[in-house]
């Protein structure tokens, strides 16, 4: 008989977590506060369009999300697309992303072209993120690329995502996006992003078949209150005033909540999880009757909007209808956090007329705002030192979420790793 075991959580990681454990023989019982497994990656009705609330891709080097598909029978499903990326700046629209468009771009000089092309050519290349944990980065690339590159191309990147956290972020970090994005070439000209057939819902669906299918349990609207802690060991979980045994606990919420559900810590784990600093985001998702650009992602430097870019997610999964990812990031406790959805979608509206000026009143079919107020971990030089283990000094208690995967970036094929070494440790 197999070990019975609370899994915190029904994100990506929640829900790899439980998968390894059922398939090794043991009885997961994930705890979800939302009513919908997924996390960040849950679809949502879009007035009859089933999509995530928060814009996902894949790249050609998330080994462990195409592992998973492959063992679930969804290989087939996985589509791959050559995707554009652009630029708005100085009021037009430019290409990027490759040799061609850098050399093309309007408003940067010979030299920091040169300059900029090397780093990203050179942090394709590196392999050892070591030597760049404990430095900081805004300072690691204005030294590379310069200064008139990095105002020109990084610096809003930067401020409108990061605010207050902009010149304490972990070079190590942003060198894995950089080279993510880089790895999805097939060539210098060319990217390729890819897309799951039914968007991030299909693979939601099967894991959570599969667990159930192996006697694993998914509760839905079932908030843990507490996990309960007694001589350095866990007893259980208690879920609304009822309290419930189990022999182990695995959390994969958001470390800020896990002050507030697991009290009885050591007061140093508790300060170590309390330090750990988060970025909102809200998310305006758009509907159109016409395409915005030709590009799926694009980079903007413009005075008079808030944001770093915006994803045309039709761009890269054809939906019959043109769909726009806007996202706000900012720190959850920033005023602009608190103002009503209709301040963004009014933004939003601006934003896009100003890109495409052909668009009028009549082509914005909806607009929908999202909120997530521990979107994105802030990764500081040095960042997995300042964490707690993932193994807890209590016998019988892992706790992780987006932040564990430093320096790689939160997403769907680090969630689904991470989730399966966890399962694998906890049960040796």
Known sequence: MGQRIAVLGAGPMGLATAYQLAKDGHQPVIFEADDRVGGMTATFDFSGLSIERYYHFHCTS????????EELGLAGKMHWVETKMGYWFQNRLQPWGNPVALLKFRGLSPIAKFRYGLHAFLCTKRKDWKPLDNIEASGWIKKWVGAEAYEIL???LFDYKFYDYADNLSAAWIWSRIRRI??????????????LEGGSGTLLQAMRGAIEAHGG????????????????KVLGVEVEGRFEAFDKVISTIPLPYVPQLMPDLPPDILRRFQSVNNIAVVCVIVKLRQALTEYFWLNINDPDMDIPGLVEYTNLRPLGQHIVYVPFYMPGGHAKFADPDQVFLDKVRGYLQKINPTLCAEDFIELRASRYRFAQ??????????????ALPIRGLWVADTSYYYPEDRGISESIGFGQKMAL???R
């Open 62 to 69: 998330d080994t462990d999300f195409f592992a998973l598909l």
């Open 182 to 195: 880089g790895q999805s070439r097939y060539d210098l000209f060319h990217e390729k992003l890819g897309y």
């Open 425 to 427: 440790q906890a049960v």
């Open 217 to 232: 349990e998914v509760r839905l609207k079932s908030k843990a209150d507490k996990v309960v802690i007694s001589e350095g």
């Open 154 to 156: 990084w610096r809003r």
């Open 377 to 390: 971990p802030v990764c500081e030089p040095g960042h997995l030192d300042k964490l707690p283990p993932v």
